[in-house]
C-alpha cells in the first residue's frame, strides 16, 4: 500500500496517482529505488527549462538543451549523477545531507512529487523537516529552486546550506571547461559566467545565485570536490568557509554557502537561482527580482 496519509491511484510500490491526477508521488522507504531516473521535464515558452529525476538529478538548459546546456546532462541510467546539487551542514555536529535522495541518501523517507510545472521534495532528517520545490516562472529564464526548512528537535540549530552548480555552457563540460569565464557580480552578490568561445551564445551571460545576502563562494570545482572526494563527500564542506576563488581554467563551477540559525520549531525560506540572459544588467535584475 502507499504511504500513510497520501492514498495514491495505480500504486505499484513506489509510486502513483494523486486522486485528482494532477501529480504522480514517488515514495522512496529505506532502500527503496526506482528501477530507472522516473523524470519531470519543466520549461517555458523562452525555450529555458530543466529536467530533474525522482533523486533530485538532471540538467538545465536555455533556448536549446542540447547545444547550450547551462549544466551537465547525464544519459547514464544507472548512477544518475547531477550538476546541481544542494547541500546542508549541521555546523556543530559537522554532519552533511541533502534535500534529495541522491548525491547522500538517508535512511529516512523520502516524498517526490512529479506535477505539471514543478517537481517537490519532502523529507524528515536529523531534526530538520526539509521541503524543496523546483519550478520556473512562466516570463523569466531562471530556475528557482524553493528550500523551506523546519527546526523539529527541542534545540537551536546551527546551520550551512551550501548551493553546488557545475557549468557547462555548451554541449560537453569536456569541451567548454577551459574557457569559461566566472566571477562575482559586486552589485548582486551573484555568480556570472559565460563562454566568450561559443559561436551562438557567447553573449549569453549565466548566474547563479542565492536569496541569503551573507555568502562565502567559490568558482573552483577542484577546491570544491576535492582531489579524492566525491558527491557524496566533497572536500570544502569540511572547512568553515570557502575560498572566493574565480577566473578562468579552473574546473569552473559556482558554489554559494551561507549560514543560519533556527530556535526550536522555527522555520526559514530560501530560493536557490540558476538561469541565463542576454546580459550582465538583465542577469542581475533576475537575481534581485527573484532573491525575495
Known sequence: SAAPNLPLKFFN?????SQDGKEYAIILNKDQWTPAPWINVIGNGLGFGFQVSEAGSGFTWSINSQSNRLTPWSNDPVSDPSGEVIYIIDDETGEIWTPTPLPIRS?????????????SFDHFDHGIEH?????VPKEDTVKISLLKLKNLSSRKRKLSIISYTEWVLGTRREKTAPYL????DKESGAIFAKNPHDNEFSNQISFADISQINRTFTCSRKEFIGRNGNYANPAALKRASLSQKRGTG?????????????QAGEEFEM??????????????????RYRN
Open 131 to 135: 521541503s524543496l520545490k523546483l519550478f
Open 181 to 184: 569565464i566566472c566571477d562575482i
Open 107 to 119: 535512511q529516512n523517507s523520502y516524498t517526490i512529487k512529479h506535477g505539471q510545472g514543478y517537481t
Open 13 to 17: 510500490g513506489v509510486g502513483g496517482f
Open 250 to 262: 579552473q574546473d569552473p563551477c559556482a558554489v554559494l554557502q551561507t549560514s543560519i540559525e533556527l
Open 271 to 288: 530560493s536557490i537561482l540558476l538561469g541565463q540572459c542576454e546580459n550582465t544588467d538583465l542577469a542581475r535584475k533576475l537575481t534581485l
